[in-house]
């Protein structure tokens, strides 16, 4: 099984989110697709299987509009604890593979996901944009048990997956030395994504999900899922910059299209193997 390591959302290694991307003609079992997850420790390890059945382009306009790919090409995702539901940076490690070593000619990659459906990215100049579907999160009360987990005032909660925490500035997000033992016995929500507006952007965020064997996940993706119908809302704005504020650090070009969402960013390369399973 071939597999390769990607920094995603940023040019260059060290940076971004790491993920595993092991690409194979059939889908190994799943008892080995989580012991190869938990052996790479990273925050995900995607599976791709090459597809040839001919897709349209059914997202927002923009990039790569009007282009009908070749193939779609089924993904799944896992934590070192488990498979989850949708993760965008190894989605984009994904399609940067399949494009840098398996079809350097395509400008769209599409995915058929088992539990979020019909996804893609576009390239354009080096730049990968995901289309996603827009998970906008519902209002509800703030919980003190979180305010004390992340031992910050939340302005606002709001939950989809994950709690959406927003509080007061980037200085604050920056500060967060969250109880990790605290915020993994929070109900009903897989993690916890903390935001605010941003200094140098229109909003920065930190993600945290140690129930998923990651207690702070470098650049998340699907967070923006949530993130960008939020922001284009408060912010009165289609497209948006994003940074995530953790220690590796990332950039994401966001834009909100309604009912689906566009999360842009670079990839770099780490390294490439074989594995003996």
Known sequence: MEQ????????????????????????????????????????????????AAPARDAGCAGTGGGEVPARIHAIRWFTPCGEIDLCGHATLASA???????????????????????????????????DFPARPAAPMPVLPTLEEALGVRVEQLYRARDYMAVVADERAVRALAPDFLRLRALPDADGVIVTAPGAACDFVSRCFYPACGVDEDPVTGSAHCNLIPYWARRL??????????SARGGTLYCADCGARVRIGGYAALYARAQLTV
Request: charged letters at 20%.
């Open 4 to 51: 390769f390591v990607v920094d995603a959302f940023t040019k260059d290694v060290f940076g971004g989110n790491p993920a595993a991307v092991c690409v194979v003609d059939a889908w190994p079992h799943e008892g080995l697709m989580q012991r190869i997850a938990m052996e790479n420790r990273l925050p995900e390890t995607a599976f791709v299987v090459p597809g």
């Open 96 to 130: 940067f593979v399949l494009h840098r070593f398996f079809d350097t000619q395509a400008r769209s990659f599409h995915f058929a996901s088992p539990r979020s459906g019909a996804l893609a990215a576009y390239v354009d100049e080096g730049r990968y944009t995901l």
């Open 236 to 245: 009165g704005k289609r497209t948006l910059l994003a940074r995530q504020l």
